[in-house]
């Protein structure tokens, strides 16, 4: 009787696990508009940001004071990550990804 337990709890235990597995961890891009004066703003930004949690690109211009983050939903959230650049004493205004093209297309064009 032991054994048919300890096999039901072992069929179970690999069960939750495969199924934990299966929900993978969604990626999600939010990016903001910021107050950057200068490369070093953005040095700044781009180093101290990349090590949040689930971070996974990171791309801040102090051109068109943008910054856009891809990250793992699971592990992070736009809201922690605006806390992130605003400790940093920059503004995170959150936009939307469309006004975020618009605003680095008009850089390249430049």
Avoid: P, W
């Amino acid at each position: 009787m032991k054994k048919i337990i300890v096999v039901f709890c072992l069929l179970l235990g690999i069960g939750l696990v495969n199924s934990v597995n299966a929900q993978k961890k969604e990626v999600k891009v939010v990016c903001f508009k910021s107050s950057m004066d200068c490369e070093n703003c953005q040095k700044t930004i781009t180093e101290y940001v990349k090590f949040e949690k689930g971070v996974k690109d990171l791309k801040a211009d102090y051109v068109t004071n943008t910054i856009r983050i891809v990250y793992s939903d699971g592990k992070n959230t736009d809201e922690n990550l605006a806390k992130a650049i605003i400790k940093k004493g920059y503004k995170a205004e959150k936009i939307s990804e469309e006004e975020y093209n618009k605003l680095a297309g008009n850089s390249e064009k430049n």
